[in-house]
């Protein structure tokens, strides 16, 4: 599995970049797009609305099953990758560059210790 | 005579006219001016004047034209592509694919005449059936009182949940009681009944031992929860050991305990879901009770309530008046009506038929083989070198998977050329690549060796050359179909070949 160490992660298999002026950019692991197996269908959130740390976002459906994906951080919605509506095979093609959902505004960083470096979300990612 | 019309077989071309892998669609089989028959025209007649100029066709709609014998084998041969029970087995978890007796369908028959608005003296016997079936699943339930109206099982769902927030709403708690409670093996019409309704789902992780992790169920438990929706056994085919402990909770904080009757056929005869402390159960009669589904319905799913919420069922209800039976008035708090008349009564006779040709000791027979079944099943799945998810002693079905590296969804695909149904895949959610196999208690010893022998065999090929089963299946009227592109790109229009626009 690709899990790149410039990356934090979830437990429930998203990623999210440094912050860049207080916004991150969430989508799903590598090793998460496989499991799930061919995406044919993304359900975004609206630019504005508010989520709380771990509540569900967004949804994926694959061939096999729709997956909620969850806020890694709390934090109002900046942007949502609109081109997944035509292209929503990019989430298996390129998880980490054009498969990206959505960019937080991120409203409490305390929510960052939570999150895994790309060594303890691998182990996580092998028990599941 | 040439050398290629002497040879002794068809070409390929000549052949495929008659064969039912290739065979046309209904429209590509139509000749203008064909017909089955021809309606009497009589001499006058005039569709404008007897139906209203604005009723007619500007131009005649685009229905394809054959002959009846054309039309006769155009069914036939779909038909015979079908995959069905009668056919093989199809051991679908969650769904009990089981036989239905044709017994069922000549009796089901006998009624086919009646109508529902015929006066209630010339149709006693139709409700003095229905009234002996809403016994007899208040019996079986241990519920006080049932209704026959839902004709689905997430119909009944709905009609369950509607009539919880009935209650709590007569009791001045309708704005408090906010959340459902499902687990995450859930069946999905669960959380989706609670949020139609109108209800947040809030779920509940499933333990290391298989059942409801109970420490997280009483995290999740207040005052703001309208209902916990459950089954038992759950979808990991387990009993829920401490489900007397979960509904004395529930009932603590005012919330109703919900049973989803999809997997009734486990504990049949032998347990009761009113003993075990639900307030609600809405059953499938086209599951446990032999009612035939699989094609889409007409499916049926009474719902039965503890006497607390039974102001609130779906009318109406048919009621004994001492030797008369007679179909109940309006009920003033009922949550109304779930479906016209009586409900698909049809499959109220067959399900009645079932019970009464079983009996009390027939039904116990059948809970008990259907959970022998599964349990031999899953041994023998687990010498074969699968894996089983929560490996114990489970009820009517369970869940198992391939070893690493090796997809569920090749193995059903390689299961197909072996002329057998797979099992469900990739549910439940909670267990990774999943297989869920509930064999019932119609299938015999030598059909479940025999299941058994083709799993065997498709892990083997998959364990040796992985990039065989990518292949599968071959033997089928249609090869793999492209899923993503059936999904990303349906088309769900016929496109007429001279269709250029």
């Given at each position: 599995m690709d899990t790149p160490d410039t990356l934090h992660y979830t437990r429930s298999h998203e990623w999210v970049t440094k912050p860049e002026n207080g916004i991150v950019t969430v989508g799903i692991t590598d090793f998460a797009q496989d499991q799930l197996g061919d995406v044919v269908f993304v359900e975004l959130p609206s630019v504005g609305a508010r989520f709380d740390a771990g509540s569900p976002a967004a949804v994926i459906e694959s061939v096999k099953t729709a997956s909620d994906i969850y806020a890694p951080l709390a934090g109002e919605i900046t942007a949502v990758n609109d081109a997944l509506d035509a292209e929503p095979e990019?989430?298996?093609?390129?998880?980490?560059?054009?498969?990206?959902?959505?960019?937080?505004?991120?409203?409490?960083p305390a929510g960052w210790e939570e999150l895994l470096d790309a060594g303890a979300y691998e182990a996580v990612a092998q028990e599941d | 005579m040439s050398a290629t019309s002497s040879s002794p077989l068809p070409s390929v071309a000549a052949s495929d006219r008659f064969r039912s892998d290739t065979f046309p669609l209904?429209?590509?089989?139509?000749?203008p001016g064909r017909r089955a028959a021809r309606p009497p025209v009589t001499e006058g007649d005039d569709m404008a004047s007897l139906l209203g100029a604005e009723h007619l066709r500007a131009e005649p709609p685009r229905l394809p034209e054959v002959a009846e014998l054309d039309l006769v084998r155009h069914y036939t041969q779909l038909a015979h592509r079908q995959f069905s029970i009668d056919g093989n087995v199809y051991p679908l978890g969650s769904c009990t694919m089981k036989y239905n007796p044709k017994l069922h369908e000549d009796v089901a028959e006998r009624f086919l005449d009646l109508h529902p608005y015929q006066d209630e003296d010339s149709v006693q016997g139709i409700l003095e059936l229905l009234c002996e079936l809403q016994t007899d699943l208040e019996e079986l339930t241990g519920m006080d009182e049932v209704s026959l109206q839902p004709a689905a099982g997430a119909h009944g769902e709905l009609a369950g949940i509607l009539m919880i927030r009935a209650f709590h709403m007569a009791n001045g708690e309708g704005e408090q009681r906010r959340v459902v409670i499902c687990p995450d093996?859930?069946?999905?019409?669960?959380?989706?009944?609670?949020?139609?309704?109108g209800y947040d789902v809030v779920e509940v992780p499933t333990g290391p031992d298989g059942e409801v992790d109970v420490e997280a169920f009483q995290a999740a438990l207040g005052p703001h929860v309208a209902a916990v929706m459950l089954t038992n056994p759950n979808t990991l085919g387990i009993f829920e050991t401490r489900i007397e402990e979960i509904a004395e909770r529930a009932h603590e904080v005012g919330a109703q305990l919900y049973y989803d009757g999809a997997n009734l056929n486990a504990i049949v005869g032998r347990a009761r879901p009113g003993d075990m402390g639900f307030d609600v159960v809405h059953l499938n009669l086209h599951k446990t009770f032999t009612t035939p589904h699989g094609g889409g319905g007409p499916g049926t799913g009474p719902v039965g309530v503890k006497s607390h919420l039974a102001p609130y069922l779906p009318a109406p209800r048919i009621l004994?008046?001492?030797?008369?039976f007679v179909v109940e008035g309006e009920r003033a708090s009922s949550i109304g009506r779930m479906r016209s008349f009586y409900g698909n009564v049809g499959n109220l006779v067959r399900a009645w038929a079932y019970i009464r040709r079983l009996g009390l000791e027939g039904l116990k027979r059948v809970s008990t083989i259907a959970v022998l079944n599964a349990n031999y099943l899953r041994v023998r799945m687990r010498e074969a070198g699968y894996e089983i998810a929560f490996d114990r002693v489970n009820m009517h079905e369970f869940v198992a998977r391939p070893p690493a590296g090796i997809r569920t969804l090749d193995i059903a695909k390689?299961?197909?050329?072996?002329?057998?149904?797979?099992?469900?895949?990739y549910f439940p959610l909670v267990v990774r690549e999943a297989m869920m196999v509930e064999p019932t208690e119609t299938e015999s010893l030598e059909t479940l060796d025999a299941y058994a022998a083709v799993l065997a065999e498709v892990l083997e090929t998959a364990q040796r050359d992985p990039a065989a089963l990518a292949e599968a299946p071959r033997l089928t009227p249609v090869r793999r179909l492209d899923e993503v592109a059936a999904a990303r790109r349906p088309v769900l229009r016929y496109a007429f070949v001279d269709a250029a626009d």
């Open positions: 990019a989430i298996n093609s390129s998880p980490y560059e054009n498969g990206w959902l959505f960019k937080i505004r991120v409203a409490d | 209904i429209f590509e089989r139509s000749s093996g859930a069946h999905g019409t669960n959380p989706a009944t609670a949020a139609m309704a004994q008046e001492g030797e008369r390689a299961m197909l050329d072996y002329g057998v149904h797979p099992m469900t895949v």
